[in-house]
């Protein structure tokens, strides 16, 4: 092996256009190490080991900041940033660790491999953006939007012209200042769904307005950076032949709109249901962004434009946009993409804050507060006009005042542009940071949106009189669920005197989208990759209510959300529509033989938070066949279907008997209700007399209205949870459906006692849990009447405004 050079690389300045340029020199071999480590050599002299140190490094840093940051709720962009300031802050206090990192002969690869991660990136972004929102956007949101750029820009513009004439400001300064209020005034559509979905705010009233409104701040502050810039470059060279570009990237648009689009799509169709994409088409879709991104850097743009457009594109949601999100989104976001940051936080320079350039930075600051004001104000305001609530309104102007990355990469390249001086660059990284951080923090732990589940009136089965429908909103998560769903409503004993009104929600996981997704079934074909499914389902729900006709109503509805927030589709529609239960079913699904086949718990974490936040009462079924199965109330021909009421007392299992009521009306079923007493004396029930007399009733009510039925009323004594366990052993025979409340007050402690020590699932309650074990093979409802703190009279409910402002 030849002996290595002492000197790797040079570098020193040269005259350029403008100033002085830094020029390096280094030899073209110093690529790959090759073992040179063995003679002595510094392997971090070559540029592959480098950038390979280089990206461990910044890695594991901003993975560090990330885990140190999070319970203050930032999310993980804004942790690589932070890493990565406070990282090449440290190791700028030592140059030797410096040149040995991050020396000026390796910022070349490092920069080419950032800027194509953050390509990678916006082209995932571009994806998970459902293009479609614009079309339906109302004009009130249009107007929102547009205001939340040009407000804030037009203030400050205004307060900027007069300046000069009050004080002596530098050229320099004055001509940033209008760049700098542009930046600060923009909403990037991925920085307002990325703070969203990390605080489970993505599908709530609050996050479809924010994302609706920062979608098209987003389109408008592209539109008119990119009308400035050129007509800026026009007067600048006093020629207009930069207009030539604009009309080129309109022609660019277009063929990606009817051309590119089109193609993709036809790709998308040719993959069969329940598959996944081919490593061909990946490949197609993955060479097709590198084009764009060329094409794009031909027109004057960032490559990134071109990856961005090309990810609109593509298709949403699964199976074709998830799987491209899936592959290509952990390498860009997790490895490159902080490299990206790396980057730019080299670039912050705090002694340009201070010294001869102080005040320069001061007034600076002053229009970058000016800008965030402003914007948070013209948000507020318009917010409150359009009747947004005033804790909404105020939430709201917070999320659209937080930026990402998209934001960091405009403020880099603005820089890299020398468009804005050192001092500008700085000045906008620290506010953005300060204000997105503090923004997240704040929405945290103020913004509780279960403040709007709190209802007038407890809504019950109890509190629903015979005349009222019966409402119901079920959750389907899979195929598996329908008939055991049907089967529920039909032995719920609909009739034209006992009408009951359903409302049935299609869950699914978010899957490669950035907006939450809420349709009826009429607009399914906004969805294409859950189409088919979710026609299936509803057409079996069609077929309930046409059999059902005058005394069932259906109504379908499709929800896409990540399960942190799932849950808020379905309270929301169940304040909507005065729901008297939720009926969800339970996140275990159960073979042939008995023994358990699939675990969800993205499921379990739904049913959790619909229990603690529900307002109304809510049901968890628990389906092993019994209900949806061969041997359910439709399809037994004639024999009885058997349902068992277990009842110790308390508010849930009264609820519980209000349904066995319903269904005990209905011919072919047969039902036995056991009523377990404990062995306590009076004196010692005494605390609970209010709830003893209540239960009394409503089993004297039972008694009344399901006279000449085919029910029997069986009273069991016990004094421990083993005799109750006992007992229920002795019911498995001859029981289809077991009906159980969840909790059952405190006089029936002692007969439960001692179950939950080897509880698996606390939300079906000691019994519900005994039950949900593999050794009972009937089906299990668990019922949950609503909690009192749910309920508080007086209250307004203010996401109605909200609803009417996002629907058109």
């Known amino acids: 092996m030849p002996p290595l050079p002492?000197?790797?690389?040079?570098?020193?300045?040269?005259?350029?256009?403008?100033?002085?340029?830094?020029?390096?020199?280094?030899?073209?071999?110093?690529?790959?190490s090759m073992g040179c480590s063995w003679f002595g050599c510094d392997v971090s002299a070559f540029s592959v080991p480098l950038l390979m140190i280089q990206l461990s490094v910044i890695f594991f840093v901003s993975q560090s900041f990330f885990y140190l940051l999070k319970p203050l709720r930032q999310s993980i962009l804004s942790c690589q940033l932070i890493g990565s300031f406070v990282f090449i802050c440290l190791v700028r206090l030592d140059d030797h660790i410096l040149n040995q990192l991050f020396p000026e002969s390796g910022k070349l690869v490092l920069h080419t491999v950032a800027n194509f991660g953050f390509m990678l990136h916006v082209f995932v972004v571009g994806v998970q953006i459902d293009s479609s929102i614009l079309k339906s956007v109302h004009r009130h949101v249009v107007l929102m939007g547009c205001m939340s750029f040009l407000v804030p820009y037009a203030v400050c513009v205004m307060c900027l012209m007069p300046l000069p004439n009050l004080i002596e400001l530098d050229e320099v300064t004055f001509h940033t200042i209008p760049f700098v209020v542009a930046l600060t005034s923009m909403t990037t559509f991925p920085a307002v769904t990325s703070t969203l979905s990390d605080l489970n705010l993505l599908n709530s009233d609050l996050g479809r307005l924010s994302?609706?409104?920062?979608?098209?701040?987003?389109?408008?502050?592209?539109?008119?950076?990119?009308?400035?810039?050129?007509?800026?470059?026009?007067?600048?060279?006093?020629?207009?032949?930069?207009l030539k570009n604009v009309l080129l990237i309109v022609c660019f648009l277009i063929w990606m709109c009817y051309v590119l689009r089109p193609f993709v799509l036809w790709i998308a169709k040719r993959i069969p249901e329940g598959q996944d994409i081919k490593e061909t088409q990946f490949l197609v879709v993955i060479v097709a962004v590198l084009l764009c991104g060329f094409l794009s850097e031909c027109l004057g743009q960032n490559a990134s434009f071109g990856g961005f457009v090309m990810g609109l594109c593509v298709p949403d949601g699964p199976p074709f946009g998830s799987a491209i999100v899936n592959r290509v989104d952990w390498v860009a976001t997790s490895i490159l993409v902080p490299a990206k940051f790396a980057i730019c936080a080299f670039k912050v320079n705090l002694k340009s804050l201070g010294g001869d350039e102080v005040f320069g930075a001061l007034v600076t600051e002053g229009f970058i507060t000016l800008a965030y004001l402003a914007k948070f104000t013209s948000n507020f305001v318009l917010a409150m006009y359009f009747s947004v609530p005033l804790?909404?309104?105020?939430?709201?102007s917070m999320i659209m005042c937080t930026k990402g990355i998209i934001d960091v990469s405009a403020f880099s390249l603005i820089r890299s542009n020398e468009v804005v001086t050192d001092q500008a660059y700085s000045l906008l990284i620290l506010n953005m940071l300060l204000?997105?951080?503090?923004?997240?923090?704040?929405?945290?732990?103020?913004?509780?949106?279960?403040?709007?589940?709190?209802?007038?009136?407890?809504?019950?089965?109890?509190?629903?009189?015979?005349g009222d429908f019966f409402r119901m909103v079920v959750c389907i998560h899979n195929e598996d669920n329908v008939p055991s769903v049907i089967n529920l409503l039909e032995a719920s004993n609909p009739t034209i005197h006992q009408r009951i009104e359903v409302v049935t929600m299609n869950l699914h996981p978010l899957e490669g989208r950035a907006s939450a997704i809420l349709l009826p079934i009429s607009q399914v074909e906004k969805i294409p990759s859950a189409q088919n499914r979710v026609l299936q389902m509803g057409k079996a729900f069609y077929y309930f209510m046409e059999r059902n006709r005058n005394s069932v109503m259906v109504e379908h509805l499709v929800a896409m959300a990540p399960y942190g927030s799932m849950h808020e589709d379905v309270i929301t529609i169940a304040i909507n529509k005065c729901a008297n239960i939720v009926i969800v079913p339970f996140h275990k699904r159960w073979a042939i033989d008995g023994s358990i086949e699939a675990t969800f718990p993205g499921i379990r974490s739904v049913n959790l938070k619909i229990m603690e936040k529900a307002p109304c009462s809510i049901g968890i079924l628990l389906d092993r066949g019994q209900i949806g199965g061969p041997n359910s109330v439709l399809t037994r021909r004639g024999k009885v279907f058997r349902i068992t009421q277990l009842f110790l007392g308390g508010a849930d299992d009264r609820e519980a008997l209000a349904y066995s009521t319903r269904m005990a009306q209905r011919h072919l079923i047969s039902l036995l209700l056991v009523v377990l007493k404990t062995n306590l004396?009076?004196?010692?029930?005494?605390?609970?007399?209010?709830?003893?007399?209540?239960?009394?009733?409503?089993?004297?009510r039972f008694r009344m209205e399901c006279r000449g039925k085919d029910v029997y009323i069986q009273e069991e004594v016990a004094k421990d949870a083993v005799e109750t366990v006992h007992l229920l052993r002795q019911m498995e025979k001859g029981c289809d459906l077991f009906i159980v409340g969840r909790d059952h007050g405190y006089v029936y402690s002692q007969l439960t006692y001692g179950l939950s020590e080897w509880s698996q699932c606390p939300e079906l309650g000691r019994i519900g849990d005994l039950l949900a074990t593999s050794d009972f093979k009937f089906s299990v409802l668990v019922v949950q009447q609503q909690p009192m703190e749910r309920v508080e009279s007086g209250r307004v409910s203010s996401s109605h405004h909200v609803n009417d402002l996002l629907q058109h």
């Open 6 to 32: 002492a000197i790797v690389s040079s570098e020193g300045y040269v005259p350029g256009v403008n100033e002085p340029e830094q020029m390096i020199c280094q030899y073209l071999h110093l690529t790959n």
């Open 211 to 242: 994302c609706s409104t920062a979608l098209v701040t987003d389109f408008c502050s592209w539109i008119t950076a990119l009308a400035m810039t050129t007509i800026g470059v026009a007067l600048e060279r006093r020629e207009w032949k930069p």
């Open 391 to 396: 804790q909404d309104a105020f939430h709201f």
């Open 435 to 466: 204000v997105t951080g503090s923004s997240r923090l704040l929405l945290w732990h103020f913004y509780d949106p279960s403040t709007r589940y709190q209802t007038y009136k407890r809504n019950s089965i109890l509190e629903c009189e015979p």
């Open 681 to 700: 004396t009076d004196a010692e029930m005494a605390p609970e007399a209010h709830e003893k007399r209540m239960d009394r009733e409503v089993i004297d």
